[in-house]
């Protein structure tokens, strides 16, 4: 049986194949001070929900990504190596974070064996070697249970039921804050809450689009 996302609580989406959201959980000590909970999420099906393209399917948007990634790192003084290729199945990891039902401490375990040690998750040796490493020898055995599969689809598609479309993503007072350049605003909103109350963040919220939606190519 699954469990629903409780959306009352203080919420942060994550999917271990984003760069930018092992740099958002590195500085946590930054963090608005709730208890957030951890949710995993296949990033993939955010994508396909809401018919958008992965950034490392645009060639020079990829370069970019990389890039970036490596400068936020160096700039915040954050441990970084990328694993061997880009992106990796992360749906091992993910699975591993929800039969265990993740802490930050073995969430943050986790993105560092990928992020700053550079390891690839997916093969069978390296992800053995994780699971000893979190506390959890008998990882591989515990992923292959239905259960643990249907509670990471129900994260899932939960998170698309509340507008979630990337990771990392905080939701907090039933607002979305998606990227780990959103810090700020999540710190500002934690401290000003009225301020998404305010005319001009009404106005710009509902703007209707000026330009009409193409039609689906058959």
Known sequence: ???????KQPLWFYDFVSPF??????????????DFVFT????NDLYDHWGQRPAYSVPAKRTFMYRHALFRAEQLGIPYKMPPAHPFDSMKPLLLATAAN?????VREIF???????RDPSSDAAFAELCDRVGMPDGPELIRNAAVKAQLQRNTADAIGL??????????NDQLFWGEDALPMVLYCARTPNWLESKEVKR????????AEKPALE
């Open 112 to 118: 560092r064996f990928i992020w700053r040690e550079g």
């Open 40 to 43: 995993p999420v296949v990033l």
């Open 204 to 211: 710009v919220s509902s703007l209707p689009s000026g330009v």
């Open 1 to 7: 049986m699954t469990v629903g996302i409780d959306a």
């Open 163 to 172: 507008g979630v479309y990337g990771v990392p993503t905080f939701r907090l």
């Open 102 to 106: 993740g802490d930050i401490h073995f």
């Open 21 to 34: 959201t092992y740099l958002l959980l590195e500085q946590h000590d930054k963090w608005p001070g709730f």
